[in-house]
Nanobody, 122 residues
Framework: QVQLVESGGGLVQAGGSLRLSCAAS????????MGWFRQAPGKEREFVAA????????SYADSVKGRFTISRDNAKNTVYLQMNSLKPEDTAVYYC???????????????WGQGTQVTVSS
């Protein structure tokens, strides 16, 4: 069982930056691929970024590539999402996820955090 708690969301102006953190419970954190999804009002949940168990492989949605960076610190049981050059269309609830592989589909992840709100004003 893995419990995930996100933090770092908030309100930021377009062009600004935020860093999301996701703290995971349990001793087996390093065995899991981790990722971030987001959901805006009235829209489906969408893939943002994922990282494999070692941190050696990452993948990103085209909409955030070059602006967002996912990383992890297995010693701290934490995964991060550094978000730069934020746009109003990045406004959403961001969810941290853990699963057996770094899937782009939400169905590939067994564990989800409660979400953190990111709002980007124009």
């Amino acid at each position: 069982q893995v419990q995930l708690v996100e933090s770092g969301g908030g309100l930021v102006q377009a062009g600004g930056s935020l860093r999301l953190s996701c703290a995971a419970s349990g001793r087996t954190f390093s065995r899991y691929a981790m990722g971030w999804f987001r959901q805006a009002p009235g829209k489906e949940r969408e893939f943002v970024a994922a990282i494999n168990w070692s941190g050696g492989s990452t993948s990103y949605a085209d909409s955030v590539k070059g602006r967002f960076t996912i990383s992890r610190d297995n010693a701290k049981n934490t995964v991060y999402l550094q978000m730069n050059s934020l746009k109003p269309e990045d406004t959403a609830v961001y969810y941290c996820v853990a699963g057996s592989d770094s899937f782009r589909s939400p169905y590939g992840y067994a564990y989800w955090g409660q979400g953190t709100q990111v709002t980007v004003s124009s």
